[in-house]
């Protein structure tokens, strides 16, 4: 089974132990000498990385590839202690990334032979964690009713929340002829379709989804 680790030290290093057991001249008392040769190491190299990127959240597990994976007692991810890993072999590894900044970094190895430099096999990049998009909501019109427009003239404000990247705005299932929207996300201004008499329902389109209806957003042509 391989070696497993957390962020703290693992194993100490391997010493290889001889004894040898001998009777002096003229003794009948055998003498048993030990004696102790330090394992030597290399210092360990990263050559691959698998993913080579994450998301900043972190949690994902990561194989890492090199040589010289004996005794490992660290493995970074930049300066950030991985959060757990386990020592499939001496030429691999698989570790979870921890949580980290957004940004290239670099994973390293260490053994008591050393610390991996770092090299494009090692190279490692923390990417924004995509936040999740929601439906956007129509709170209110400048105005409950009109006629129709033309672009820039007679100009209708949504206000709301969501509304960043919107995509269509609708009356009913007319479509805005033009609208923009405000960098703050809550406000939309938009002209008025061509349209049939009667009360409708104004929706905003976003990746987050089309804003639900409600008695915020009746608007009447008249």
Known sequence: MGQVCTSGQCAEPTIAV???????AGS????????????????????AISPT???MAGGSSVVITGTGFTEVNQVNFGTIPATT????????ITATAPAGQAGVFF???????????????????Y???PQTATAPTVTGLSSSSGVPSGIGV??????GTGFTGATNVYFGTTPSPWFQVYPNGVLIVTSIPVH??????????????????SAADKFTFK
């Open 127 to 129: 990417t924004e964690t």
């Open 196 to 213: 049939a008499a009667g009360t409708v329902d104004m929706t905003v389109v976003t990746p987050g989804g089309t804003s639900a209806t």
């Open 18 to 24: 001889t004894t040898v057991s001998t009777t002096p």
């Open 28 to 47: 009948s008392v055998p003498v048993t000498t030990v004696s102790t040769t330090p394992q030597t190491y290399s210092i360990p190299t990263v050559t």
């Open 154 to 159: 007679g100009a209708l404000w949504i206000t």
């Open 107 to 125: 994973v390293t190895v260490t053994t008591p032979g050393g610390t991996s430099a770092i090299s494009g096999g090692s190279k490692f990049t």
């Open 53 to 55: 990127s994450v998301y």
């Open 85 to 92: 890993y386990t020592v499939n072999s001496a030429t691999q």
